[in-house]
């Protein structure tokens, strides 16, 4: 194993803004990803990224950049229709929303597949929607990725009470739609629901902060692990956080416990 050839992959230049991308992430998902287990409708961010991803898609069928302005608002689009479906269906689906949730994602799933069936870059497309490229994003995307969580996160914990069931299903679809592109599917799922169930016991400081030093670790040691072995970052990552969150709770319950203590009186 060469040492010297595995260190030269961690590159700062590259690393730096995909560790923040993944902050970044965290700052909205982690909070809304409490909200999504106290409404038990785990798989929601899975339907709404794939229907994001599925106008990314459509944009490009119409021949615009994947990346490029057209299939942000695409993708945007997409999400908040999906999101007011869903919302819609949370009045009358009752117990039977979480299927119907999982049934909006197949849907989503297999209309991006026959959208790219005749491409031949159709497989590479799906897998960077999936596994998503987080070593490749710029510090532009980066800076629109933090403006956008900076507004979702003010209006989250100033307004949550005001702005009812509609405003959280917005708020969530805006948050998906941005890190879905910079992370991909997968990363947003596991960041969204991995470090807010592992802090689920506590209160709602003590699990922010769990939660966030969960995300934080997974992160930092998912692409440091990516890097010096040469590996997928995005599917390193999912499991770095995984067991981050196994960890984690365990070596920090000490003080997290007197912390719960604390601003429990």
Known sequence: MDLSAMSDGLDLSILAPAFLAGVIVLLTHIPLGREVIKRGIIFIDLAIAQIAGMGVIIAFQFGWEMHGMEAQVAAVMSALAGAWILHSLEKRAGQHLEALIGISFVLAATASLLLLA????GGEHIKELLVGQILWVDWSQVSYAAVVALAVVIIWFKYRDKIGNIGFYILFA??????????????VFTSLIVPALAASRYSEKPALILAF?????????????????????GAVIVWCLAISALLLPVLLSKPLIALENKTSF
Do not use: R
């Open 174 to 187: 805006v948050s998906i739609t941005s890190s879905v592109q910079l992370i991909g599917v997968y990363l």
């Open 118 to 121: 005749n491409n031949p870059h």
């Open 213 to 233: 030093i969960i995300g934080i670790s997974g992160y930092f040691s998912g692409l440091i692990a990516s890097a010096f072995f040469d590996l997928p970052s």
